[in-house]
């Protein structure tokens, strides 16, 4: 709503976090890395948004016998059954008491599977500067690390996540 239009209703003017939403939006820098960002416990993560394919709820899980432990079962998602993963013990954290626990859908097809993250995805971008060399993470999580980046004192990964999750089940 544009301040001109507001006045003429006599409304009042939008609060500064309301009128930032209201702004055109800002042009995006070509050179940026645009990535689907996420949290499995203290670990931030990042996908390609072609990547990763559905955010749902949790649904119900069936546990499979004498799986590893990072596998929690298999999900039915609209008739299709995928394996579903959850990552903390991988990078030696524990979820987030507060956040919701999502699955997020990586891959497509025969080739999905789920993971459990910690609350809702969203949406950064990186300037190319921000990539740094990954710092030391366990044997298993550094061998599939695509690119770390910088979000001011935070390192964010990127994974081959098609390569993690296969380590899990391997």
């Given at each position: 709503m544009?301040?001109?239009?507001?006045?003429?209703?006599?409304?009042?003017?939008?609060?500064?976090?309301?009128?930032?939403?209201a702004?055109?939006?800002?042009?995006?820098?070509?050179?940026?890395?645009?990535?689907?960002?996420?949290?499995?416990?203290?670990?931030?993560?990042?996908?390609?948004?072609?990547?990763?394919?559905?955010?749902?709820?949790?649904?119900?899980?069936?546990?499979?016998?004498r799986?590893?432990?990072?596998?929690?079962?298999?999900?039915?998602?609209?008739?299709?059954?995928?394996?579903?993963?959850?990552?903390?013990?991988?990078?030696e954290?524990?979820?987030?008491p507060?956040?919701?626990?999502?699955?997020?859908?990586?891959?497509?097809?025969?080739?999905?599977?789920?993971?459990?993250i910690?609350?809702?995805?969203?949406?950064?971008?990186?300037?190319?500067?921000?990539?740094?060399?990954?710092?030391?993470?366990?044997?298993?999580?550094?061998?599939?690390?695509?690119?770390?980046y910088?979000?001011?004192?935070?390192?964010?990964?990127?994974?081959?996540?098609?390569?993690?999750?296969?380590?899990l089940?391997?």
């Amino acid at each position: 709503m544009n301040p001109t239009f507001a006045n003429s209703l006599g409304l009042p003017p939008l609060p500064p976090e309301l009128a930032a939403l209201a702004a055109p939006a800002t042009p995006e820098d070509p050179n940026e890395v645009v990535r689907q960002a996420f949290r499995v416990g203290h670990m931030r993560l990042l996908a390609p948004f072609a990547k990763a394919s559905e955010l749902t709820e949790m649904p119900n899980v069936y546990p499979l016998p004498r799986m590893p432990a990072n596998m929690l079962g298999l999900v039915n998602l609209h008739g299709r059954i995928m394996p579903l993963f959850d990552l903390a013990a991988l990078f030696e954290t524990e979820h987030l008491p507060r956040e919701k626990r999502m699955l997020l859908v990586i891959g497509h097809g025969n080739d999905a599977a789920g993971i459990v993250i910690d609350g809702l995805p969203r949406r950064m971008a990186f300037a190319p500067e921000s990539r740094i060399l990954p710092p030391a993470l366990p044997e298993g999580p550094a061998a599939a690390i695509v690119a770390t980046y910088l979000a001011g004192d935070d390192a964010w990964f990127e994974f081959d996540y098609a390569q993690l999750l296969d380590q899990l089940v391997s």
